[in-house]
């Protein structure tokens, strides 16, 4: 038997939350033969080289490739993870490669991908935000064959974008696999494994915004600012390697003789999602915040524009890029009364691995045209 071969790329911690589950229940089929490419944020060692971890959970056929030095301008990121995929690709020859989000790595994949001609799918286009990853990822769509989409409203904007229905399916957000309280680890077990020694503690994840970097100096000394006055624990993880988080890191250094912060390049995603589950808000504005943390109703004060237009939900508290207005949305997040009521139902039902292999094993995925058709809608 032929198995297809299948190219999953990954840059990010966080776009890896969201196809382990799916590289999970792939290399477990005899149908396919699965190939990971590892690169970005995963090889620098400033963010905790994770792909260790990757290594950790068992995976096969990982391929690394460091696609920048310290912190490239994001073109220049793009062209040197181009140049590197695409002597992988050609070296492989995959049947399908799987790319996610809105990350430069994500469009390198979907490049390489459209212009060798290989059906490449897409994960959670038709999202929207505040920031270049909007531009990202509709460009990334439009160099997709297969659009894996979180829900309907992600299916009718990327129909609005000129996609044909046929190659749109509604697989929900992978990152919900992972999700089930029932398969985290104990709380206990995340804290001892990071040496974690507050009783009661708050999440803080702030990313740079690339199209704002003249505000960043700014609005990142306001947030450390909050982050002392408020005089709570905090467990405060890195930023992504965007353009301008050499900035954040700067402001960063304030907090080092500070026992009540504990500073972390990054947190193995189980451990994550349990220390999410039971922390008493998470504050930044990272996505974790709009997606994760409402699934168990925990409470996100979310600051500036970074996920503007992005999913709202009771428990999430938005506030301006100042000290004031963080610290008011900090008392309103404190007051939340939480249910405990889990609720994923806009973004699927935490059985995306089993809707992505179910549409793998049927042919007509694997029969689309890698010679797109802009598709006109009708208008009456």
């Known amino acids: 038997m032929n198995r297809k071969k299948i190219v999953f790329l990954t840059g990010t911690r966080a776009d890896f939350s969201k196809l382990k589950s799916l590289v999970s229940i792939t290399q477990n089929s005899t149908k396919y033969d699965v190939h990971l490419f590892v690169t970005g944020m995963h090889m620098n060692p400033l ?3 994770t792909i260790d971890e990757i290594k950790k959970y068992g995976f096969k056929n990982i391929y690394p490739y460091i696609n920048h030095e310290s912190i490239d301008n994001m073109d220049v990121t793009l062209a040197k993870t181009i140049e590197g995929f695409s002597s992988y690709v050609n070296g492989i020859q995959p049947d399908l490669i799987v790319v996610h989000g809105d990350r430069v790595e994500t469009l390198a994949g979907a490049i390489t991908g459209s212009l060798n001609n290989i059906l490449v799918a897409h994960i959670e286009g038709g999202e929207v935000s505040g920031t270049i990853d909007e531009l990202i990822r509709h460009a990334v769509s439009k160099m997709s064959h297969i659009h894996l989409v979180a829900n309907e409203k992600a299916k009718k904007r ?6 044909l229905p046929s190659s749109i399916f509604i697989l929900g957000s992978p990152d919900l696999d992972l999700m089930n309280p029932k398969r985290l ?6 804290k001892k494994y990071y040496d974690i020694y507050f009783d009661n503690f708050s999440i803080g994840i702030f990313h740079p915004v690339t199209t704002e970097i003249k505000n ?3 609005d990142i000394k306001e947030f450390v600012d909050a982050l002392i006055v408020s005089d709570e624990n905090y467990i405060l993880i890195y930023p992504n390697n965007d353009l301008g988080s050499d900035y954040i890191f700067e402001e960063y250094k304030r907090l080092e003789f500070n026992k009540k912060i504990k500073l972390f390049p990054s947190l193995r995603f189980e451990y994550f999602l349990a220390l999410l589950k039971s922390c008493d808000f998470i504050i930044g504005n990272s996505s974790a915040g709009i997606r994760e943390a409402p699934f168990y109703d925990t409470p996100t004060i979310n600051i500036g524009s970074r996920q503007n237009n992005r999913s709202q939900n009771s428990s999430i508290f938005n506030s301006k890029n100042d000290c004031k207005s963080i610290l008011k949305s900090i008392n309103a997040a404190k007051k ?3 249910n405990l009521k889990e609720n994923a139902s806009e973004f699927g039902n935490g059985d995306s691995d089993k809707i992505f292999l179910k549409l793998l094993d049927e042919i007509k995925i694997w029969n689309l045209n890698c010679q797109k058709q802009f598709q006109d809608l009708k208008y009456e």
């Not at 990327?158 to 996609?163: A, D, I, N, R, V």
């Not at 680890?185 to 995340?190: E, G, I, N, Q």
């Open 185 to 190: 680890p104990k709380l206990s077990a995340s």
């Open 47 to 49: 963010y905790g080289a």
């Open 216 to 218: 960043l100096k700014k």
């Open 158 to 163: 990327l129909t609005q974008l000129g996609e």
């Open 336 to 338: 939340y009364k939480r």
